[in-house]
């Protein structure tokens, strides 16, 4: 069974960083991974795209965090990570990793998501 599991939320102040991971298991021989991403949502609002990265490393960001995160990914490892800095009250949400990942055998692609991490920013 395929798994998302993120880390490395927190509570922090404003202008801190934090490091987000999420770790990807059971994919196997059998499915590819293709585009990662880092989604957010607070409290009343829907879920927005923070960042995503394909599979060759081109990388998207929200005008929102453009110039605070990095989105990166260790496809060697199955790993994806979040680096913000900057951090904004308007940063806290729960995040959540996403991946888009491929049936080697039939090439039908399926959405998974991780139960999301908390990141709480304090003024």
């Known amino acids: 069974q395929v798994q998302l599991v993120e880390s490395g939320g927190g509570l922090v102040q404003a202008g801190e960083s934090l490091r987000l991971s999420c770790g990807a298991s059971?994919?196997?021989?059998?499915?590819?991974?293709?585009?990662m991403g880092w989604y957010r949502q607070a409290p009343g609002k829907q879920r927005d795209l923070v960042a995503d990265?394909?599979?060759?490393?081109?990388?998207n960001y929200a005008d929102s965090v453009k110039g605070r995160f990095t989105i990166s990914r260790d496809n060697a490892k199955d790993t994806l990570h979040l680096q913000m800095d900057s951090l904004k009250p308007e940063d806290t949400a729960v995040y959540y990793c996403?991946?888009?990942?491929?049936?080697?055998?039939?090439?039908?692609?399926?959405?998974?998501w991780g139960r999301g991490t908390q990141v709480t920013v304090s003024s």
């Open positions: 059971g994919i196997g021989f059998s499915r590819r991974i293709n585009a």
């Open positions: 990265i394909s599979s060759s490393g081109s990388t």
């Open positions: 996403h991946a888009d990942i491929e049936n080697a055998g039939t090439s039908r692609r399926y959405a998974y």
